[in-house]
T-cell receptor
Framework: KAGVTQTPRYLIKTRGQQVTLSCSPI?????VSWYQQTPGQGLQFLFE???????NKGNFPGRFSGRQFSNSRSEMNVSTLELGDSALYLC??????????????FGPGTRLLVL | GQNIDQPTEMTATEGAIVQINCTYQ??????LFWYQQHAGEAPTFLSY??LDGLEEKGRFSSFLSRSKGYSYLLLKELQMKDSASYLC??????????WGAGTKLIIKP
């Protein structure tokens, strides 16, 4: 099976612009979560989508939004970019097997630099 | 509130064994994950425990005690490539993962 893919891998934007990041989960995985990670910091949870519905949401401002499509692919949008939005954005897809054993895999991430 | 505690940093010697602890207080419990993250890379899935006990996977083992809110990751026969951050995360009653800050493991020759 192919892993979690994220596009683009690298992105440079300027303050005030908006950006859309894409994530394709592992086939069969219906849960997709997004995280922000800045240098030396832990993972900050943005939101989780399950079957096209936002199931959980972290403590980020409304400039951060997301959605999930019927094929489980997900997009994340950040509007009115700020310098502090420079970070590694990680997508993760998760599934539970018949024995309810969960596995969650991360994509390689999108590195966003805001100038 | 919800809280995951891990040591910030640990040092161990190549070839030795190290145990990384994780204690948690969360709203409900639907399992505990361990991840390895090398600097500049995405986290790599190591294990998932939802029942009490020890699960072994090669050089890595993970233990869970739900009554104590406690887990550990045991790394045997340490190699230099094991130098990384190790992240503990608990899935709460809403199926949201609550993350610890991570433990930076330094392996010395």
């Amino acid at each position: 099976k192919a892993g979690v893919t994220q596009t683009p891998r690298y992105l440079i934007k300027t303050r005030g612009q908006q950006v859309t990041l894409s994530c394709s989960p592992i086939s069969g995985h219906r849960s997709v979560s997004w995280y922000q990670q800045t240098p030396g910091q832990g993972l900050q949870f943005l939101f989780e989508y399950f079957s096209e519905t936002q199931r959980n949401k972290g403590n980020f401002p409304g400039r951060f939004s997301g959605r999930q499509f019927s094929n489980s692919r997900s997009e994340m949008n950040v509007s009115t970019l700020e310098l502090g939005d420079s970070a590694l954005y990680l997508c993760a897809s998760r599934v539970a097997d018949m024995k309810r054993k969960e596995t969650q895999y991360f994509g390689p991430g999108t590195r966003l630099l805001v100038l | 509130g919800q809280n995951i505690d891990q040591p910030t940093e640990m040092t161990a010697t190549e070839g030795a064994i190290v145990q990384i602890n994780c204690t948690y207080q969360t709203s409900g419990f639907n399992g505990l994950f361990w991840y390895q993250q090398h600097a500049g890379e995405a986290p790599t899935f190591l294990s998932y425990n939802v029942l009490d006990g020890l699960e072994e996977k090669g050089r890595f083992s993970s233990f869970l005690s739900r009554s104590k809110g406690y887990s550990y990751l045991l790394l045997k026969e340490l190699q230099m490539k094991d130098s990384a951050s190790y992240l503990c995360a608990v899935m709460d009653s809403n199926y949201q993962l609550i993350w610890g800050a991570g433990t930076k493991l330094i392996i010395k020759p």
